[in-house]
């Protein structure tokens, strides 16, 4: 089993400017830009989306009744 993995190989093999790199700031870049503008994007379409759908819906309530009905209702009483 080799003793060094592949990102430490590059990472000898490549020194990418070690000297004006600032090890203790972290920045997203453009990697997280580009994560970030997606999500944004794919918010933006569900949302257009749930308003498309919830304009389609039709919803009529049934009024409240006012009171309860005391008198019987016609056909429901006993006939003699």
Partial sequence: MPDMYAT???THLVPLAADELDKN???PGVLGFIVF???AVGVWAL????NR???RVNFEEEPAPAEPASEPVAGSAKRK
């Fill in 8 to 10: 430490q190989a590059l």
């Fill in 25 to 27: 700031k972290v920045t």
């Fill in 37 to 39: 503008a997606a999500l």
């Fill in 47 to 50: 949302m257009k989306s749930m």
């Fill in 53 to 55: 759908h919830m304009g």
